[in-house]
């Protein structure tokens, strides 16, 4: 993320002699991405990050796919998913590809372990809940709306502090960016982009845990969960600089954009990573032209497969959608309003919709899961509906 942050003690230079009270050394560690030049930060440890006890398996992630031939629209109910104990080692697989996968997640428990993913980045949408997210980086609170963004590599923790926590991850293969035509060449964000830097939370409240014990991190990598012990407290961090931490963007804070006649859903866009996209459909006034028809039009989506999660049990242009729903509208059919949607929504003046789009440039597999919560009759529903 392009915006620079530091938190507590750093050195006058980087890689310079830096001297706890009692005289010994602290640990610098160089944080970051693409080798030494992607976006990095420098943190200062008490303790060496390497000193690692012991490693154990916790489990391999193995995603099957839905072993169907045919494909169709598809529609999944997360309110049917069981609440599980944990945020990070018991999501429920629902859609992936080798660039993105999307998970789902009601923890029931605050976890005792820090957990690192070092194969992806994550996006979490905070669809309830709130708490915090710690990191050796500071805290980061969140709530219900929040797009909590954790570039690989970052331990980390969630508390919660407000349940039931429901929870839409976006784990990414490529690095997790703004736009990039939103930003100038400078990297910060233009007059023209739909949010600014002022509405992107970093983390503060930086605490130092001078600590020694066992401490499990669990770490995802190779589709597999490794618990790695080591003999400090992770968060043993005076002070660290750079552009590499986690940081938090609340759906609410995305300014929609409205047009005389219906504007697509680049407009929308919220997120960028290599191989798919990231939208947010926010509350706003439709589209002002007095002939202007509010609904999206049919669109066969070449190219991408569609998913939308509905944040709101509001969306214009869908019947039986549900608060917690998941569409996946895959290449190769057109999709559209329900029958009779378009005519309804002429006059209308505004829209209540919450909804996050992930749009992938690669065909998605169904992972097995998702196949008990799947209204199976949706791809139907254009000719099912009343109106029809
Ligand atoms: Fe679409």
């Known amino acids: 993320m392009p915006i620079y942050h530091t938190l507590g003690q750093v050195p006058r230079k980087r ?22 030049t992607g976006p990095a930060s420098l943190v200062y440890h008490v303790h060496q990050p390497t000193r690692v006890k012991d490693v154990s398996l916790v489990k391999a992630l193995v995603w099957e796919a839905d072993p169907e031939p045919t494909f169709r629209n598809r529609h999944f109910r997360t309110a049917g998913l069981p609440a599980t104990q944990s945020v990070t080692a018991d999501r429920i697989p629902l859609l992936y590809n080798a660039d993105v996968a999307l998970s789902f997640v009601q923890p029931l428990e605050d976890d005792e372990h820090f957990y690192r993913n070092a194969q992806g980045d994550e996006i979490v949408y905070i669809s309830d809940g709130a708490g915090v997210l710690e990191s050796p980086l500071g805290q980061l609170p969140f709530g219900t709306g929040d797009y909590l963004v954790i570039p690989r590599g970052i331990a980390h923790r969630y508390r919660f502090t407000q349940r039931p926590a429901r929870c839409l991850v976006i784990e990414s293969a490529g690095y997790v960016r703004t736009p990039h035509r939103y930003r100038n060449d400078h990297g910060q964000l233009t007059e023209n982009a739909p949010f600014s830097e002022r509405d992107i939370r970093r983390p503060s409240d930086l605490q130092t845990f001078d600590q020694r014990g066992d401490y499990p991190i669990i770490v995802k990598k190779d589709n597999r969960l490794t618990r790695v012990i080591v003999d400090h407290h992770p968060c043993d961090v005076v002070g660290w600089d750079g552009y590499y931490y986690p940081w938090a963007f609340n759906i609410n804070d995305f300014e929609p954009r409205v047009g005389r006649v219906h504007l697509p859903p680049p407009i929308h866009q919220t997120f960028e990573s290599d191989g798919f996209v990231v939208c947010s459909f926010c509350p706003r006034p439709y589209d002002f032209d007095p002939q202007a028809v509010p609904v999206p039009y049919v669109h066969s989506n070449v190219m991408s497969d569609e998913v939308l999660y509905y944040a709101s049990a509001e969306f214009m242009s869908r019947r039986g959608i549900e608060y917690g729903s998941v569409t996946l509208h895959p290449d190769g059919v057109p999709h559209g309003p329900h029958p009779g949607r378009t005519e309804a929504s002429l006059g209308k003046t505004h829209t209540d919709e919450l909804a996050v789009m992930v749009d992938t440039f690669r065909s998605l597999q169904v992972a097995r899961p998702a196949l008990g919560i799947e209204d199976r009759q949706y791809y139907r529903s254009w000719i099912d509906s009343p109106g029809s």
């Open 15 to 36: 890689h310079i002699v830096f001297r706890q009270p009692g005289g010994a050394l602290y640990t610098e560690e160089l944080m970051g991405n693409m080798g030494f």
